[in-house]
């Protein structure tokens, strides 16, 4: 029985699952031709299930290039994404022009932002790939979220980068909070990140995100300007009205 789990272990290790493919035609470098439906890739041979139903399993250097580009699109890499994000404070004067001797100056920090994405599965993969990073804040006396930053990058993993790379985002944006008249503190705060990557097709491979509910409103959050405001369903949305106190 052990010896039964580790082996459902190591193959599940070994092969890449992916939904069924089209029923379409295959080349070997042979100069064979087969229509057949890609199954799966498995310890480094690729299965093809034939229209009579039978399981073909043919090395990958079997078949022709456009072939084996076809299938290294259905079967994606498996990627580790790190966000990561730099901070230095504004320190104001104790009194300047804008503030009397009895009042809090404001508390600014600059903050500079940065993707790291790397290739943890290894088989190549040459297909260009695509990042989208939000970084977002909040509003402190508020309940609205804001895009202070968005990037679309394109980018290849391949042996030259190490299958890693690091994208750079805003540099230097700087996020305030002040205490207004009321007493109550206003202004923004870095709330965290959301990085999805999509292939050709596509299709999103792989996502990290500090709030699942971002993942889940991005088709709204693609259409908000940076800079912009957002409600709770990822649409624009004017900022929240400052109380009267607060003037």
């Given at each position: 029985?052990?010896?039964?789990?580790?082996?459902?272990?190591?193959?599940?290790?070994?092969?890449?699952?992916?939904?069924?493919?089209?029923?379409?035609?295959?080349?070997?470098?042979?100069?064979?031709?087969?229509?057949?439906?890609?199954?799966?890739?498995?310890?480094?041979?690729?299965?093809?299930?034939t229209?009579?139903?039978?399981?073909?399993?043919?090395?990958?250097?079997?078949?022709?290039?456009?072939?084996?580009?076809?299938?290294?699109?259905?079967?994606?890499?498996?990627?580790?994404?790190?966000?990561?994000?730099?901070?230095?404070?504004?320190?104001?004067?104790?009194?300047?022009?804008?503030?009397?001797?009895?009042?809090?100056?404001?508390?600014?920090?600059?903050?500079?932002?940065?993707?790291?994405?790397?290739?943890?599965?290894?088989?190549?993969?040459?297909?260009e790939?695509?990042?989208?990073?939000?970084?977002?804040?909040?509003?402190?006396g508020?309940?609205?979220?804001?895009?202070?930053?968005?990037?679309?990058?394109?980018?290849?993993?391949?042996?030259?980068?190490?299958?890693?790379?690091?994208?750079?985002?805003?540099?230097?944006?700087?996020?305030t909070?002040?205490?207004?008249?009321?007493?109550?503190?206003?202004?923004?705060?870095?709330?965290?990140?959301?990085v999805?990557?999509?292939?050709?097709?596509?299709e999103?491979?792989?996502?990290?995100?500090?709030?699942?509910?971002?993942?889940?409103?991005?088709?709204?959050?693609?259409r908000?300007?940076?800079?912009?405001?957002?409600?709770?369903?990822?649409?624009?949305?004017?900022?929240?009205?400052?109380?009267?106190?607060?003037?």
């Open positions: 029985m052990m010896k039964h789990v580790f082996m459902m272990l190591a193959l599940a290790f070994f092969m890449v699952t992916v939904s069924a493919g089209e029923i379409r035609q295959w080349t070997l470098n042979n100069g064979q031709t087969i229509e057949a439906e890609f199954v799966s890739l498995i310890g480094g041979k690729v299965a093809l299930k229209l009579r139903g039978k399981l073909l399993k043919i090395p990958q250097n079997g078949i022709a290039p456009e072939d084996l580009s076809y299938v290294e699109l259905l079967n994606p890499p498996r990627l580790d994404i790190s966000f990561s994000k730099m901070t230095r404070q504004h320190v104001y004067p104790p009194l300047t022009q804008w503030f009397e001797a009895n009042n809090v100056p404001p508390r600014s920090l600059y903050f500079n932002f940065s993707t790291q994405i790397k290739q943890l599965s290894p088989n190549p993969y040459h297909h790939l695509i990042a989208e990073i939000f970084v977002i804040a909040v509003e402190v508020g309940d609205k979220n804001i895009l202070i930053d968005y990037r679309k990058e394109p980018f290849h993993l391949s042996g030259e980068n190490g299958r890693a790379v690091s994208i750079a985002g805003a540099q230097d944006r700087m996020m909070t002040y205490l207004a008249p009321s007493g109550r503190w206003r202004g923004e705060k870095y709330e965290g990140y959301m999805v990557i999509t292939d050709p097709r596509g999103i491979i792989a996502h990290a995100t500090t709030r699942d509910w971002w993942f889940e409103k991005l088709e709204n959050l693609r908000v300007p940076v800079g912009k405001t957002f409600d709770e369903e990822g649409k624009r949305c004017w900022p929240s009205r400052p109380k009267e106190s607060d003037y």
